[in-house]
C-alpha cells in the first residue's frame, strides 16, 4: 500500500476509534445507520458499494474512495465495475470530478494490481465485438423480415 493510502487508513481507523470510544450517541447510530446502508437486501453490498464509489468521486472524498473502492472489491465487484462507477461520478460531477477520479485510479491499482486496467480493455474489447455482432444479427433479421412481420406487428 503506498504512503498516502497508508495514511488515510491511519487517520480513518485513528477517528473511529477516538469517536467510538467518546460513546457518542450520534456517532453510534451512524454506525449502526451504515450497518443498515450497506447490509444486502433488494441491491446487494456489492451494488451499494459501487453507488458509494460514485458518490465518493463526486464529492472528492478521498478517504470515502479509497473506504468504499476497498469494501466493493471486498464484496466481490472486479476492477471493471469499480471503474464503471468511478466512471458515473465523473458523469454525474463533471469536470471536477475527474480529478477525484485520479485519484480512485489510484486505490484501484492497490487493490486490483498495476495489470487491472489491461484487464478492463480485455473486456470492453469483448463487449463490443459481442455488441457489433449482435447489431449485424439485427440488421441481417431485420433486412428479411416482411411488412406484415416488421415492427409494430402483432
Known amino acids: ?3 498516502q493510502l497508508r495514511a488515510l487508513t491511519v487517520q480513518r481507523k485513528r477517528a473511529h476509534s477516538r469517536l467510538a470510544a467518546t460513546g457518542a450517541p450520534v456517532y453510534a447510530a451512524f454506525l449502526d445507520m451504515e450497518r443498515a446502508a450497506y447490509a444486502d437486501g433488494a441491491l446487494p453490498k456489492r451494488h451499494k458499494e459501487l453507488i458509494a464509489v460514485g458518490i465518493s468521486v463526486v464529492l472528492d472524498c478521498r478517504s470515502c474512495m479509497q473506504w468504499h473502492i476497498e469494501q466493493a472489491a471486498a464484496a466481490g465487484a472486479g476492477p471493471a ?3 464503471e462507477a468511478v466512471e458515473v461520478g465523473i458523469e454525474m460531477g463533471g469536470g471536477p470530478a475527474t480529478v477525484s477520479a485520479r485519484f480512485a ?3 484501484m491499482d ?3 494490481g498495476a495489470r487491472w486496467p489491461d484487464d478492463v480493455k480485455a473486456g470492453i474489447a469483448a463487449r463490443r465485438g459481442v455488441a ?3 447489431a449485424f444479427d439485427a440488421a441481417v433479421m431485420g433486412a428479411g423480415q416482411s411488412e406484415a412481420g416488421g415492427e409494430g406487428a402483432a
Open 105 to 107: 485510479l489510484e486505490v
Open 1 to 3: 500500500m503506498n504512503d
Open 132 to 134: 457489433k455482432a449482435n
Open 81 to 83: 465495475e469499480v471503474l
Open 110 to 112: 492497490e487493490v486490483f
